[in-house]
Nanobody, 124 residues
Framework: QVQLVESGGGLVQAGGSLRLSCAAS????????IGWFRQAAGKEREFVAA????????HYADSAKGRFTISRDNAKNTVYLQMNSLKAEDTAVYYC?????????????????WGQGTQVTVSS
């Protein structure tokens, strides 16, 4: 079982940038499809981005396309989420999650390992 720890959240002004990190331990991150999800106060958890363990292909929610970039550093056993042009509506707790499924999935129910989350607050 892989353990995941997120970091890099914080308070940023609208238009600013943050880079979130998802550090894996216990197993190598390259064995898993990794997804980023977020949950704003009073709302359902939603998919943000994912990266394939096989091809390295990336997938994004419409809200993240063109602004967010997911990447993986196998040597550091870490997955990143670079977030640019942040908006107030990006405010949420961000979680990374891992699944050993072969196909990339955006459904949170398919991810078996989750980090504790990191808070991102964007002030307008």
């Amino acid at each position: 079982q892989v353990q995941l720890v997120e970091s890099g959240g914080g308070l940023v002004q609208a238009g600013g940038s943050l880079r979130l990190s998802c550090a894996a331990s216990g197993r190598t991150v390259s064995l898993y499809n990794i997804g980023w999800f977020r949950q704003a106060a009073g709302k359902e958890r939603e998919f943000v981005a994912a990266i394939s363990r096989i091809s390295g292909s990336t997938h994004y929610a419409d809200s993240a396309k063109g602004r967010f970039t997911i990447s993986r550093d196998n040597a550091k056993n870490t997955v990143y989420l670079q977030m640019n042009s942040l908006k107030a509506e990006d405010t949420a707790v961000y979680y990374c999650a891992a699944t050993s499924r072969v196909a990339v999935t955006t459904d949170a129910a398919n991810f078996g390992s989750w980090g504790q989350g990191t808070q991102v607050t964007v002030s307008s």
